[in-house]
């Protein structure tokens, strides 16, 4: 398997998580970001999305995070990721989705880049921007940990997917300097996940493209 991915990006950090729950080895392919190197017409002609993470395995390609962990459950079962149980299940999906459709999409490099370069926002503007919906999305997952949550992970004794997304997210909000204090659960489950091996071999870094 090959992983075209960015050391910084959170949806490349969900499925390097993956991969090393997983055991499974890889290629690891960086596609700087800052550089723009998603863009590059030989990589979109692979990726149209233009965005990172792909995973190539064999002859399927996959380009989005969740639907690469999903295929990883199913071709690599051990440890699931995705409860099979349809309400376990649902619950992990739920908190997932909550951040990787309402917190991720709006405050990705892309956007934050085009609410600076193309609608002339300030720095202080994008900042504001970041952490009004960074507030707005870990509230909801604060409620549902706090609802639904056990164990020392999101759901239980072992990691999810609901884990591999809310590290990265929570990574990322630390580096843009967000306040985290009224996310106490959040905080609990992250420093566990940090504790623990595979999520340390995912982290930003410790990969080869790592830089400042």
Same mark, same amino acid.
């Given at each position: 398997?090959?992983?075209?991915?960015?050391?910084?990006?959170?949806?490349?950090? #969900?499925?390097?998580?993956?991969?090393?729950?997983?055991?499974?080895?890889?290629?690891?392919?960086?596609?700087?970001?800052?550089?723009?190197?998603?863009?590059?017409?030989?990589? @979109?002609? #692979?990726?149209?999305?233009?965005? @990172?993470?792909?995973?190539?395995?064999?002859?399927?390609?996959?380009?989005?995070?969740?639907?690469?962990?999903?295929?990883?459950?199913?071709?690599?079962?051990?440890?699931?990721?995705?409860?099979?149980?349809?309400?376990?299940?649902?619950?992990?999906?739920?908190?997932?989705?909550?951040?990787?459709?309402?917190?991720?999409? @709006?405050?990705?490099? #892309?956007?934050?880049?085009?609410?600076?370069?193309?609608?002339?926002?300030?720095?202080?503007?994008?900042?504001?921007?970041?952490?009004?919906?960074?507030?707005?999305?870990?509230?909801?997952?604060?409620?549902?940990?706090?609802?639904?949550?056990?164990?020392?992970?999101?759901?239980?004794?072992?990691?999810?997917?609901?884990?591999?997304?809310?590290?990265?997210? @929570?990574?990322?909000?630390?580096?843009?300097?967000?306040?985290?204090?009224?996310?106490?659960?959040?905080? #609990?489950?992250?420093?566990?996940?940090?504790?623990?091996?595979?999520?340390?071999?995912?982290?930003?870094?410790?990969?080869?493209?790592?830089?400042?």
């Amino acid at each position: 398997m090959q992983l075209h991915n960015f050391f910084n990006s959170s949806t490349s950090y #969900r499925v390097r998580i993956a991969l090393a729950l997983k055991g499974l080895p890889y290629e690891y392919l960086p596609v700087n970001l800052r550089k723009q190197e998603q863009r590059a017409p030989d990589y @979109v002609a #692979r990726n149209p999305s233009a965005g @990172v993470p792909l995973l190539i395995d064999g002859d399927v390609a996959l380009s989005q995070s969740l639907a690469i962990i999903d295929y990883l459950d199913a071709t690599h079962p051990e440890p699931r990721l995705i409860p099979a149980d349809t309400l376990a299940r649902a619950r992990v999906l739920e908190l997932s989705h909550a951040i990787s459709c309402d917190i991720h999409p @709006v405050n990705n490099m #892309r956007i934050l880049r085009y609410l600076q370069e193309v609608l002339g926002a300030s720095e202080a503007q994008k900042n504001a921007w970041y952490h009004h919906w960074i507030r707005e999305g870990l509230t909801a997952v604060e409620a549902l940990l706090a609802r639904h949550g056990h164990g020392a992970y999101c759901f239980g004794d072992a990691p999810t997917l609901a884990d591999c997304c809310l590290v990265p997210q @929570v990574a990322n909000a630390q580096r843009m300097g967000c306040d985290l204090s009224p996310y106490p659960r959040i905080l #609990r489950v992250v420093e566990h996940c940090n504790a623990q091996p595979a999520f340390q071999q995912a982290a930003p870094a410790q990969q080869p493209d790592y830089t400042k």
